[in-house]
Nanobody, 121 residues
Framework: QVQLVESGGGLVQPGGSLRLSCAASGSIFSIYSMSWYRRAPEKQRELVASVINSEITNYADAVKGRFTISRDNTKKTLYLQMNGLKPEDTAVYYC???????????????WGQGTQVTVSS
């Protein structure tokens, strides 16, 4: 069974920084992509950033220049370095991954439970 566990959320002042982590564990053959989503109060879940094949990265316009997504393949861990945080970044952040659990089988989508990020003075 595959598990994604987020950590690193918390309360931070505007302009501050925070680093989120997402550790993948279980039966993992390969990871095609990993992403960070977030859901702010009264809003739908939105894609924040993604990394495909540990190389291609994409960012939502709202976080470009402030957030950096990275992946440590040896630790099977995804990171989101968040700098210059704004109150509008307040949300529950979710880790998402497309994972193949064994060879010659289709990949599946997995979600973490989420970690709360609150940006407030």
């Amino acid at each position: 069974q595959v598990q994604l566990v987020e950590s690193g959320g918390g309360l931070v002042q505007p302009g501050g920084s925070l680093r989120l982590s997402c550790a993948a564990s279980g039966s993992i053959f390969s990871i095609y992509s990993m992403s960070w989503y977030r859901r702010a109060p009264e809003k739908q879940r939105e894609l924040v950033a993604s990394v495909i094949n540990s190389e291609i990265t994409n960012y939502a316009d709202a976080v470009k220049g402030r957030f950096t997504i990275s992946r440590d393949n040896t630790k099977k861990t995804l990171y989101l370095q968040m700098n210059g945080l704004k109150p509008e970044d307040t949300a529950v952040y979710y880790c998402n991954a497309k994972i193949q659990t064994r060879a010659f089988t289709p990949s599946n989508i997995y979600w973490g439970q989420g970690t709360q990020v609150t940006v407030s003075s």
